[in-house]
């Protein structure tokens, strides 16, 4: 069950961490990305990717896994980057961010087909999803949208994950692709996930703190 409610508890906290901050700047946001980008990363090459070596030619990989990274490029050309934390703030939108909501809601959904046989990997996007759903909530409020637009598209985007699990797990159809599936979502991790590491670094410095946080997500991964 928890592989089905974790994701939707990572949403929640993060509204709830928006909500108790009022909407003030997030302590070490920056931190909490690099360490989840860095976990679901570990994850991905530790776990999902030796499997679906496993399972399909090294070739059809690296193309369905070269596809994942193209796909996750088309989809942040809408969302501005939003599933790795790069979210521009604005005030007082009035159009509600349709392309935003739709390519966000497409990740996510994605996101859910590992696991169907990585159980581990629930953990990886428990973790993604907390940083991310940070950043969106606060962005939605400082845009200064309608509560109920808020909630709406919270509650979608956190029902997104759990729905691709059930797909995954339920639908025959589904289960005899669920290895390209597998391969195309780890394109899409390895591009969140090194593009995550990058962007939480300011001006390519050394940070002790984020190289001890890295270190720290490789440790958790490995010995999970």
């Known amino acids: 069950m928890n592989k089905y409610l974790l994701p939707i ?14 909407n003030k700047s997030i302590k070490n946001i920056k931190l909490l990305l690099a360490f989840s980008g860095a976990f679901l990363l570990s994850l991905t090459i530790l776990d999902l990717l030796p499997d679906v070596y496993e399972h399909l030619h090294s070739k059809v990989i690296g193309l369905c896994i070269m596809g994942g990274i193209l796909l996750q490029i088309i989809l942040e050309f809408f969302s501005k980057g939003a599933e790795h934390g790069h979210v521009h703030m604005h005030k007082k939108r009035t159009a509600f961010p349709w392309l935003l909501f739709i390519s966000l809601c497409l990740h996510a959904f994605l996101e859910g087909f590992p696991i169907h046989q990585h159980n581990h990997m629930v953990y990886g996007i428990l973790i993604h999803k907390i940083p991310i759903a940070i950043l969106i909530m606060t962005y939605l409020i400082q845009s200064e949208f309608k509560t109920i637009q808020i909630l709406i598209f ?8 759990p729905l691709g699990t059930i797909i995954s797990n339920n639908i025959d159809m589904v ?45 958790i991964a490995y010995i999970m």
């Open 175 to 219: 289960a005899g692709y669920i290895d390209y599936i597998n391969a195309i979502v780890i394109g899409i991790f390895l591009h969140i996930s090194t593009t995550i590491l990058f962007e939480s670094s300011e001006g390519h410095k050394f940070n002790l703190n984020k190289i001890i946080v890295i270190v720290a997500a490789i440790g």
């Open 9 to 22: 508890y990572a949403v929640i906290l993060g509204f709830i961490i928006v909500k108790i901050s009022k």
């Open 154 to 161: 919270l509650t979608l985007f956190a029902l997104m994950t």
